[in-house]
């Protein structure tokens, strides 16, 4: 466990799966702020979506979702106490496909708050598991912009090897997104949490 400057706890977890492929997560612990900070993930491609030889499956056949099940590891390495939590940051949002779903449902209703768009997002879902399995709920959410940048689908996917270039282009149009747009990027989405 890292202590950062703040006196945020920081944990890292990663698998190498025998595919090849990777997934990491790193996450933090505010103690006086009650925080939870999810910092940083990735996944590639081929990595399993899902761990089946999970003692206790969440979904009968198929196991636990594997981010919910690193969340899990790292809530518990972290030492999280779940009653005592107030909020949970996701920092420095980076996923694509819920970047361009909150693009177009913003341009859609523009004064509806980010935040509540948000909710529909998969990023949204995906984390909301952990919220859901340690007994808590979202009573606000608010997408913080701050040091967040505006980019076009193609300055986003830069350098990309051509493939995932035209994946992530693609995933933009299916928002109905292109070359004009440019989306928000980098933001981060402060959730105010509470026991059920």
């Known amino acids: ?10 944990e890292r977890l990663g698998y190498h ?9 790193i996450r933090g ?14 996944f590639d491609p081929e990595f ?16 636990v979702p594997t981010a919910l099940y690193m969340e899990i590891v790292l809530w518990k390495k972290l030492k999280v106490p779940a ?17 361009f779903h909150l693009h177009a449902l913003f341009r859609k209703t ?19 598991n952990l ?10 959410l608010h997408v913080n912009t701050a040091g967040a940048t505006f980019s076009s689908p193609q300055q986003l996917a830069g350098n990309a090897p051509g493939a995932l270039f035209e994946d992530i ?16 990027w980098g933001f981060n989405v402060e959730m105010k949490v509470q026991p059920i």
């Open 169 to 184: 282009v693609a995933l933009a149009a299916k928002y109905g997104i292109d070359h004009h747009d440019m989306v928000l």
């Open 29 to 42: 612990y505010h103690p006086e702020r009650r925080e939870y900070q999810m910092i940083d993930s990735h």
């Open 110 to 128: 523009p004064a509806k708050p980010l935040g509540e768009h948000f909710r529909e997002t998969r990023l949204f879902h995906s984390r909301n």
């Open 1 to 10: 466990m890292d202590i950062a400057p703040d006196g945020t706890r920081i």
């Open 131 to 140: 919220v859901i399995q340690t007994d808590l709920e979202v009573t606000a």
């Open 83 to 99: 009653n005592e939590l107030r909020q949970i940051t996701i920092q420095r949002v980076h996923d694509w496909e819920s970047v």
């Open 48 to 63: 399993p979506r899902w761990i089946r030889e999970a003692a206790v499956p969440l979904v009968p056949g198929k196991g």
């Open 17 to 25: 799966h025998e595919n090849g492929a990777d997934a990491w997560f």
